[in-house]
C-alpha cells in the first residue's frame, strides 16, 4: 500500500468492483480512452493486472483518506506484448469523472514514480496514450516526462478507422 496527503493506493477488493465497474462503463471516462466496458472486461481488467503482483506492480484502486471513496485505478504494469513498450514499465491511470482536475491522478503517479525509482532497477518509466487524449499528455508533462520522438505508433488492437488508434509514447528516465 502507498499513502499520499489525500490518498490511500491498494490492492484492489471486492469491495471496489461497483465502482471501478461503473467507471468503467461511462462513456464519458472512456472516451479517449476506448470503449466502455462492461462487468465481465472490468473484471478482466481487475485479474490482468494481478498478474503483475509478483514484481509489486499492477494498478492499484485509489482511495480518498477522509471518506474511503473510491477515485479511480493506477499504477504501474509491464508494457504489453503488442506494442512497442513490451515489457517495459509503463504508468497509466483513469479517474472518475467527478473526481476530474482536483490533482488525484497527478498524485497517485507521483507516489507510484517515487515508489518505483526507490523498488525497481528500470531505468525509466513509459506512457502511451491515444494522440487525441490531450488531458493525459498533460499529466505526463506535469509530471516530468517526455515525449519521445520516435514514439508514435497504431495501437495493433483498435479498429483502423477508431480515432484512439494513432497513440504517442512519454517517458521519464530514473532520476
Keep these: 500500500m502507498i499513502t499520499t496527503e489525500r490518498l490511500i493506493l491498494r490492492l484492489p477488493e471486492p469491495r471496489d468492483r461497483a465502482a471501478l465497474h461503473a467507471m468503467w462503463a461511462n462513456p464519458a471516462v472512456m472516451a479517449e480512452l476506448g470503449p466502455v466496458k462492461d462487468a465481465a472486461a472490468s473484471d478482466a481488467v481487475l485479474a490482468k493486472h494481478d498478474r503483475y503482483r509478483h514484481e509489486g506492480l499492477g494498478f492499484r ?52 514514480f517515487g515508489w518505483a525509482w526507490e523498488n525497481l532497477d528500470a531505468p525509466r518509466i ?43 509514447t512519454y517517458a521519464i528516465d530514473r532520476p
Excluded at 483518506?65 to 512497442?84: E, I, Q, S, T
Excluded at 493525459?136 to 506535469?142: A, H, N, R
Design 61 to 112: 484502486t485509489v482511495e480518498r483518506h477522509r471518506d474511503g471513496a473510491v477515485l479511480g485505478f493506477c499504477g504501474l504494469k509491464r508494457g504489453d506484448a503488442h506494442n512497442p513498450i513490451a515489457g517495459e514499465v509503463e504508468a497509466g491511470w483513469i479517474i472518475d469523472r467527478p473526481y476530474w482536475r482536483l490533482g488525484y491522478a497527478r498524485e497517485a503517479m507521483a507516489a507510484f
Design 126 to 168: 513509459v506512457a502511451i496514450t491515444s494522440a487525441i487524449n490531450r488531458k493525459s499528455q498533460q499529466l505526463m508533462m506535469t509530471l516530468g516526462m517526455r515525449r519521445l520522438v520516435d514514439g508514435d505508433f497504431d495501437h495493433a488492437l483498435i479498429p483502423i478507422e477508431d480515432p484512439l488508434r494513432a497513440m504517442v
